[in-house]
């Protein structure tokens, strides 16, 4: 059982597109993560929600908690957003992170 | 700006070996993890730890594995007989508030 779902698995984008990457999870959160995995394997942390909305240059995060989803936009897309992002939730309960199989993103020039 | 490091970037051993994978975590946070992930597999939770000691565990960290905070900067994971399924990249990280700060990675290779 995934307490952590993502969508799309995949993605592939042309250079300029706006992207929306979603993330759906299953148990009660005190925060969500939106990471970025680059292919040497580093992960950078985007974003912490616990409520409402971030913008932190192209990218906007928001998070509905009665709904129990996040989405992750890219706006005016990039080759160099081309990567993994993850969805990683901390349980409200738990010292635990809880994180999705990963988005794969290749945006295309 | 401060960051988790991890050493070694790669590691390379023999089935039944033991390992060390060290972090430093940054210096002013109290909760730090260890996380793996299994080629092409999500992440995956290993541990907690909280006030020098284990405040939580997955089901994968079983008697082989243990952490220690030997020194107050130090944070290690040991691996006491290594598995071919041990195989993948091994996250530390810490956290402040809710925010979490990861190292870049060890490599773990079991032969």
């Known amino acids: 059982k995934n307490e952590v779902e993502q969508s799309p698995q995949n993605l592939t984008a042309q250079e300029g597109e706006f992207i929306t990457i979603n993330c759906s999870y299953s148990?009660?959160?005190?925060?969500l993560h939106w990471l970025q995995q680059h292919p040497g394997g580093g992960i950078v942390s985007l974003f912490m929600l616990s409520s409402g909305k971030k913008k932190h240059g192209r990218l906007i995060a928001t998070i509905n908690i009665q709904e129990k989803h996040s989405s992750l936009h890219i706006t005016a897309s990039h080759p160099r957003d081309s990567a993994v992002y993850i969805c990683?939730?901390?349980?409200?309960?738990?010292?635990?992170?809880?994180f999705g199989t990963g988005t794969s993103l290749t945006v295309i020039p | 700006e401060p960051e988790v490091t991890q050493t070694p970037s790669h590691q390379v051993t023999q089935m039944g070996q033991e390992v060390i994978l060290r972090c430093v975590p940054i210096?002013?946070?109290?909760?730090f993890y260890w996380y793996r992930q299994i080629l092409g597999q999500k992440v995956e939770f290993l541990v907690s730890?909280?006030?020098?000691?284990?405040?939580?565990k997955s089901e994968i960290f079983d008697d082989q594995f243990s952490v220690e905070r030997p020194d107050g900067s130090n944070f290690t994971l040991k691996i006491r007989s290594t598995k071919l399924e041990d195989s993948a990249m091994y996250f530390c990280?810490?956290?402040?508030?809710?925010?979490?700060?990861f190292g870049s990675g060890t490599q773990l290779s079991v032969l």
């Open positions: 730890f909280y006030n020098n000691e284990i405040s939580e």
């Open positions: 990683a939730v901390k349980k409200g309960d738990s010292n635990q992170f809880y």
């Open positions: 210096s002013n946070h109290l909760y």
């Open positions: 148990v009660g959160i005190s925060a």
């Open positions: 990280a810490s956290r402040w508030g809710e925010k979490l700060f």
